[in-house]
């Protein structure tokens, strides 16, 4: 069953835009958004920053790709800045075709664009088809296509939605170099509304640290001794100093779980910071390996039971 946030539900979001990305796809995918409450961002910083400020109840930001890896200015605004949680998330499988402008054929081809993303996701395509262009980033890839039609650039690597929402003509398909690929979206909102536990939930992280020797095993241990599995694990530049590094974690389980728990507790005495960014369902609704008998939620309080025995004198 999923689980029922503990506030109320949002209505109005900032979305990586304009219109037509992936990002608002996979919000859309969620349910449609009450009328007016999609509202484009024309960067994720800038979704971030609605949210922030309350101009929006929720940002929709992209997280991670299956093969590109995390989208840092994600990962590095969760980091820094007012706190915000991730309330819940989800996949999209992405694909791309080449958006052109009516009557362009691929030999007319001399500026191509997207987001770097999927650029990396269709470089050999590109390099084998249109061996000749220039090659330039956008902001997204909707906005990629946006650029087409404006007469900036000659094709987009886009979705198809975005092509046609922007009255483009699809010169090619199926551009993706590897087929399948799936990127992950998260919703994040003011922290006060975290979602309840429902046994298949995964919790995000990121923690400051000093750099020395051992520091990356001490915080590891402190996950595999309370028998938790880390989902994705990556070091991010502090930015601070040159080999100034933090770490930004997704382990399964709740904050709610008593080992999860235990286990952000001994990260708060490690870490110079620890910066909680929400529990929530996973959308693929895995449960969580068994978890061993010693780290239940019944031997933390049993433990602590005989603890408190202790205290009062009584005999162990």
Known sequence: MPAQPTGPTPTRFAFLGPEGTFTEAALRSLGPPS????????????????????????????????VEGSVSPTIDGLAGGAPLVITREAFLEV???????????????????????????????????LPTAQVLPAASTADAARLVADGELDAAVCPEFAAHRYGLAVAAARLADTPGAVTRFVQVERPGRLP???????????CFVTDRTGVLLDLLTEF??????????????TRERLGSYSFSVD???????????DALVALHRLCDEVRFHGSYPRADGRAAAAVPERVTDSAFAGAEDWLARLRRGAAG
């Open 35 to 66: 009328e007016g409450g999609a509202v484009p961002a024309p960067s994720v910083p800038a979704a971030l920053a609605m949210a922030r400020s309350g101009e929006v109840e929720a940002a929709f930001v992209p997280m991670e790709n299956s």
């Open 95 to 129: 694909d791309f075709v080449l958006g052109v402008r009516p009557g362009t054929g691929i030999a007319d081809v001399a500026r191509v664009g997207s987001h770097p993303h999927a650029l990396a996701q269709t470089r050999a395509w590109v390099a084998e088809h």
């Open 224 to 237: 595999a001794s309370r028998g938790i599995s880390l989902t994705r694990l990556e070091s991010r530049p």
């Open 196 to 206: 309840a536990p429902t046994g298949a939930d995964k919790t995000t992280l990121t």
């Open 251 to 261: 382990c399964e389980g709740h904050v709610a779980d008593r080992r999860v728990g």
